[in-house]
């Protein structure tokens, strides 16, 4: 390592250092781990945002035994944090400014390692394990979003005869991380970012799951007036009640003055949209895939694009009125300016979900049906009750 490098792993470390001593669950699984070794032997491929946060859990998995492969996610990898997982002597590829083209690669490479263990976010690894028809070479492993399990229970149904824990079905990551945490880290990242003022202002959320609910409420708790696209007439109903303007998203994109995607669908946002937008909305993504914005047919459409700042683009529309996009399109609590993602506390309960699900699939995964399936009910209600007692003691 050049004298660079070995400044930028510093860095890392020191940034993980000060998470791990905050993330108390995570701890306890660590030493638990370091005891027992569930994961020796295993070598554990995973593809999930590279953050100082993230870091832990790999640390934690490391103490247990596991050879570490490791990807992040696109446009959202800290190199700090790279850095410092590659001085600690995991093998890790990737970097912030890789291209979209690089990190399909960087999922690849992870699976040349031939892992027997998956740790996926949006089923980037599950996928291409099914396309190289490597299947037999998995025991099982873990997703980590909404959109990850919309593949494994769509395009990849039928196709996994090993075992996938869906993190994002836990009743306690839904309201613990994507709720609370995104709610809270996308308000954050947005006066971050844009420096702009909350109070007064339209903001229209699309989709109305865990993390749109969330970020609903945390906009209003600041003074936002707050509008609502849902398709699901139910979860439509439940925004209504809870005090939400709900209506279309054609009615409600001349109302906005900030729109923000969380539906982990494609284009939900396109160009039918654009022209219907009121001069300067603010356009940003909250999910897992950079694709519910419709970028490619905004910025193909451009008169001007000024990149105004870091995660900042305005982009001019051939009617006159300009838009300006967060992050690229990305999910800008990770991939905008100086990103933070979720609160720590948060992170410690998810992942520890992560650590329990992957333990009980290195040790125990014929208890474990064939596919997409919940967080085992005797792993959510044991960290329920973590939870809960480290709450207690922090206060």
């Known amino acids: 390592m050049n004298n660079a490098d070995i400044d930028l792993a510093a860095k890392g470390r020191a940034r993980i250092d000060w998470i791990r001593s905050r993330m108390p669950l995570l701890a306890q699984a660590r030493a638990h781990f370091a005891d027992t070794k569930p994961f020796a032997g295993h070598r554990i491929g995973m593809s999930l945002h590279l953050e100082p946060k993230t870091a832990v859990l790999l640390e934690t998995l490391a103490a247990g035994g596991a050879e ?10 800290q190199d700090d944090t790279v850095a410092a997982l590659r001085g600690a002597g995991m093998t890790v590829f990737g970097a912030r400014d890789d291209t979209l083209e690089q990190h399909e690669a960087n999922v690849g490479a992870v699976l040349d390692s031939a892992p027997d263990i998956l740790l996926d976010n949006g089923a980037d690894l599950a996928a291409g394990v099914v396309e190289r028809n490597a299947q037999a070479s998995i025991i099982g492993g873990t997703e980590e979003t909404t959109s990850g399990a919309d593949r494994l229970r769509g395009e990849l149904a039928g196709a996994l005869p090993f075992p996938v824990v869906v993190i994002n079905d836990s009743r306690l990551k839904a309201i613990g991380e994507n709720r609370h945490a995104v709610g809270q880290s996308i308000v954050e990242s947005f006066m971050r970012i844009t420096n702009l003022m909350v109070p007064g202002r339209h903001v229209v959320v699309v989709g109305y799951g865990w993390c749109g609910r969330g970020i609903a409420q945390y906009f209003r708790s600041l003074g936002a007036q707050v509008g609502v696209v849902e398709l699901d007439v139910m979860k439509a109903f439940e925004a209504a009640l809870d005090g939400f303007r709900v209506a279309s998203l054609a009615e409600l994109a001349g109302w906005a003055d900030v729109l923000i995607t969380a539906t982990g669908r494609e284009r939900v946002v396109g160009a039918d949209i654009f022209d219907l937008l009121r001069d300067d909305v603010v356009l940003g993504n909250s999910g897992h895939f950079p694709w519910e914005i419709d970028v490619a047919a905004l910025r193909a459409d451009a008169t001007v694009i000024d990149q105004v700042d870091d995660g900042i683009e305005r982009i001019h529309r051939p009617n006159g009125s300009r838009v300006v996009l967060l992050a690229g399109g990305r999910m800008f ?49 044991l960290i329920a009750a973590r939870f809960i007692a480290a709450l207690g003691a922090s206060r």
């Not at 309960?349 to 040790?363: H, I, K, N, Y």
């Not at 967080?375 to 959510?380: F, G, H, L, R």
């Open 68 to 77: 570490i492969v490791a990807t992040g996610n696109y446009g959202s990898t």
């Open 333 to 381: 609590n990770l991939a905008g300016r100086e990103p933070k993602g979720n609160s720590l506390e948060s992170m410690d309960l998810g992942f520890l979900l992560q650590a329990l699900s992957l333990e009980r699939v290195a040790t125990d995964a014929g208890s474990l049906r064939p596919g997409a399936q919940p967080v085992p009910d005797d792993i959510e209600r």
